[in-house]
């Protein structure tokens, strides 16, 4: 799973539209985060999630998939992302860049913040 830190990142620069099994991360009254799936309930009362968005509660937790697309579209010459045995970290790699990290989400999401943020103001 993405740490919070790089999706709350991410949210600054990709729009997201919620689905059922989407993870997010809701802050409790006490500010602790609780980890939620969205569920068909809420694909159907859509003002609940959406409500719970623009009041700044709610953090999105992109999917690997989600994340290798946004990737993919974003990439002239394509990319890999390998699991490295030496090292114990995955890897993301173009003809630009490559980054280490600890896991398949955060070497893409990484990735796909280093490209993004050299388009928007951080």
Do not use: N
Request: with cysteine.
């Amino acid at each position: 799973m993405i740490r919070v830190e790089l999706a709350k990142e991410l949210a600054k620069y990709i729009p997201w539209e919620p689905k059922v099994g989407d993870l997010t991360i809701v802050y409790g009254e006490a500010g602790e985060e609780i980890i939620e799936p969205i569920i068909l309930r809420h694909e159907k009362e859509k003002k609940i999630v959406l409500s719970l968005r623009e009041v700044g509660d709610l953090v999105w937790l992109p999917r690997l998939s989600m994340l290798l697309y946004e990737l993919k579209i974003r990439t002239l010459k394509g990319f890999s992302l390998s699991f490295d045995k030496d090292t114990g970290k995955w890897c993301y790699k173009d003809d630009r860049f490559e980054i280490q990290e600890d896991s398949p989400e955060d070497a893409a999401a990484q990735a796909l913040l280093r490209m993004l943020g050299s388009k928007a103001p951080s």
